[in-house]
T-cell receptor
Framework: AQSVTQPDIHITVSEGASLELRCNYSYGATPYLFWYVQSPGQGLQLLLKYFSGDTLVQGIKGFEAEFKRSQSSFNLRKPSVHWSDAAEYFCAVGARGAAGNKLTFGGGTRVLVKP | KAGVTQTPRYLIKTRGQQVTLSCSPISGHRSVSWYQQTPGQGLQFLFEYFSETQRNKGNFPGRFSGRQFSNSRSEMNVSTLELGDSALYLC?????????????FGEGSRLTVL
């Protein structure tokens, strides 16, 4: 069975500083990989996704993520954080070849941004 | 184009009652998935419907059920409510037939069971 681990429950970062959120997955092959963001009282919004090809993927809001097969990781980064980036971030995996849109989510990392 | 709409946004029920939640997907989307979000268990997959057929199912008891109508709108039902069913129930739609994971989420229905 696939699983996703986000080791950091909370991260506090100063506005303008860089941000890196960790994600490790367990899956027999290369899964589809995603990062979603959830602002308070809102649903989830897709930030970026990895299906195949270039292991560095760009997303919305200035985020990027790097897939590292050898480490089973898909870490999310942003060079300079804005106050509006305060939210909860979820890494997710989907099974290749499976019919349907079933995702397995990590526990989430809550990001606090200090002024 | 309008996003995913979930109703009601908030509701309070008592143990033993049942509840029905509704989800209207983005126009043209035929896949609708449901997730339960709680502080303790995080985001857990309930089920997915595509063209009125349940395509995937998570590990939830039979008290949790769903259906999809010909216009792609979906409902989920929870019978004999328990305190542990208190959660944010998120609906997501997708326009992709295969599993791409590009889901568009609604704002959720927050259920409180007393």
């Amino acid at each position: 069975a696939q699983s996703v681990t986000q080791p950091d429950i909370h991260i506090t970062v100063s506005e303008g500083a860089s941000l890196e959120l960790r994600c490790n997955y367990s899956y027999g092959a290369t899964p589809y990989l995603f990062w979603y963001v959830q602002s308070p009282g809102q649903g989830l919004q897709l930030l970026l996704k990895y299906f195949s090809g270039d292991t560095l993927v760009q997303g919305i809001k200035g985020f990027e993520a790097e897939f590292k097969r050898s480490q089973s990781s898909f870490n999310l980064r942003k060079p300079s954080v804005h106050w509006s980036d305060a939210a909860e971030y979820f890494c997710a995996v989907g099974a290749r070849g499976a019919a349907g849109n079933k995702l397995t989510f990590g526990g989430g990392t809550r990001v606090l941004v200090k002024p | 184009k309008a996003g995913v709409t979930q109703t009601p946004r908030y509701l309070i029920k008592t143990r033993g009652q049942q509840v029905t939640l509704s989800c209207s997907p983005i126009s043209g989307h035929r896949s609708v998935s449901w997730y339960q979000q709680t502080p303790g268990q995080g985001l857990q997959f309930l089920f997915e419907y595509f063209s009125e057929t349940q395509r995937n199912k998570g590990n939830f008891p039979g008290r949790f059920s769903g259906r999809q109508f010909s216009n792609s709108r979906s409902e989920m039902n929870v019978s004999t409510l328990e305190l542990g069913d208190s959660a944010l129930y998120l609906c997501a739609s997708s326009g992709q037939r295969a599993n791409t994971g590009e889901l568009f989420f609604g704002e959720g229905s927050r259920l409180t069971v007393l």
